[in-house]
């Protein structure tokens, strides 16, 4: 795996590494912690983070707003001060209210953060290579996580108070370290708002379109609510795949864990290189296009799955799944040229806040949406949830046609980064930087 070159980006990477390891100590670590040393009920946990996810919705938009007008990298080392704060306060929560509390704190940053990370990372890549970028840091992120498991393991292992404890303090220490890393990028400044329209001979107005706020930009609004749907392959891998394995399969008990193991390792191969197709509006929408394609073919080959002897019932569930995880990779690198493409330079902040937005509402009604069809519908199930999503990736080509493109691109200011300016890919950007 080829390294970005010594700058903002390594450090991003880096910063990205160590952001990645949250969500693996924190995932079914957290749920234990609260159960195990807080004394909570199961159904108490589930409520308050359910109730953490409703909070965070609330989030997302005004924190781009924010980050675009005081500085996305100032933003940033706040937010993950705060989220520090928020996870070393977990080690107080004894009662039912305090967790309610903690939880929607951390709801609201985990929210907060993640468009004031990707708008700042907007900032320090050009057009070209912004999406050899992401996919790049979508691969550190999956080390990270893949790396943070064993943590896990070995507090399950101890299975006591105090090593629950310590794994919620790595988690806090973590996070501190995302905030020190930011420390050492620079500050970018925002681009400038595009010009007010000029008007013609017949004084009408043309050219650029005047700024509206982002909630009035309609197609941008679609496609950020589309995205939410076609993210529904984690639904499928991380909810019906097990449920279908262990249900509706003869396939040996071990399946499931092979499986997601394939899962990452074609996500941690691929990603750069499914990343590279993407260049522009028109790729985006259409890798979103050929994932629809990816997943009609894998809901086809769990459907079959279901009625094969034990060996070959795992041959067409290894191959749905690499299926599946390609519909990821083309589904994530289609989500991120859209999602700053058609986004105004000047409020990179705010398009990402609402895309994230409308991404997460969506995708909150996923684990139900698909527990309901294969539960239902069973073989038919996968072919319905196949055809739904191929349609609806099919809709974001015309979306993207719709929605205006930006003249001004967002990118690094020149002068501060001139060797980004000549690359045009993450394999480019490094053959002339030291390692």
Not at 139 to 146: E, L, M, Q, S, Y
Not at 150 to 170: E, H, M, Q, T
Not at 222 to 233: R, V, Y
């Amino acid at each position: 795996m080829i390294l970005p070159p010594r700058g903002p980006l390594r450090v991003y990477a880096t910063l990205t590494f160590f952001d990645s390891l949250v969500p693996g100590i924190m995932l079914a670590g957290g749920v234990l912690f609260f159960t195990k040393v807080a004394g909570l009920g199961a159904v108490q946990v589930g409520s308050g983070l359910s109730a953490a996810t409703l909070a965070g919705l609330a989030a997302a938009l005004p924190a781009g707003r924010l980050g675009d007008r005081i500085g996305h990298r100032r933003l940033l080392i706040g937010l993950s001060l705060f989220r520090a704060l928020v996870l070393a306060g977990y080690q107080l929560v004894g009662s039912y209210p305090a967790f309610l509390a903690a939880a929607c704190l951390s709801g609201l940053a985990e929210s907060a953060v993640a468009p004031v990370r990707q708008a700042y990372l907007g900032t320090i890549t050009t057009p070209e290579n912004r999406v050899a970028t992401l996919a790049f840091n979508r691969v550190v992120r999956n080390i990270g996580a893949t790396l943070s498991t064993p943590a896990l393991g070995v507090a399950l292992a101890v299975d006591s108070p105090f090593a629950f404890r310590v794994l919620i303090g790595c988690g806090t220490v973590s996070v501190l370290a995302v905030a020190l890393i930011a420390t050492r990028l620079p500050e970018t400044p925002a681009p400038a708002p595009a010009p007010a329209p000029a008007p013609d001979a017949s004084g009408a107005k043309t050219g650029a379109r005047p700024r509206t706020g982002v909630l009035r930009d309609r197609p941008y609004v679609a496609l950020s609510l589309l995205n939410g749907l076609l993210i529904m392959h984690m639904e499928l891998l991380e909810i019906g795949m097990p449920l279908w394995v262990t249900g509706h399969t003869d396939a040996p008990a071990w399946t499931t864990s092979v499986l997601l193991f394939a899962n990452v390792l074609v996500a941690i191969g691929l990603q750069i290189r499914v990343g590279r197709g993407v260049t522009d509006v028109g790729s985006a929408a259409r890798a979103m296009r050929k994932g629809g394609w990816c997943l009609l073919a894998a809901a086809g080959l769990f459907a079959a799955s279901g009625s094969l002897a034990p060996a070959w019932s795992v041959t067409a569930l290894l191959a749905a799944v690499v299926l599946l995880t390609l519909t990821e990779l083309l589904q994530s690198a289609g989500s991120w040229g859209l999602s700053y493409d058609l986004a105004e330079p000047a409020r990179l902040g705010e398009y990402q806040g609402v895309w994230s937005l409308g991404t997460q509402l969506v995708r909150a009604a996923g684990p139900l949406a698909v527990t309901l069809a294969l539960s239902s519908l069973h073989h038919f199930g996968w072919l319905l949830i196949g055809t739904v999503y191929l349609a609806a990736a099919a809709l974001a080509l015309p979306l993207a046609r719709r929605a205006a493109p930006r003249r001004q691109p967002v990118g690094w200011e020149p002068g501060v980064w001139p060797k980004a300016r000549r690359k045009t890919s993450m394999k480019a950007l490094a053959d002339d930087q030291p390692h």
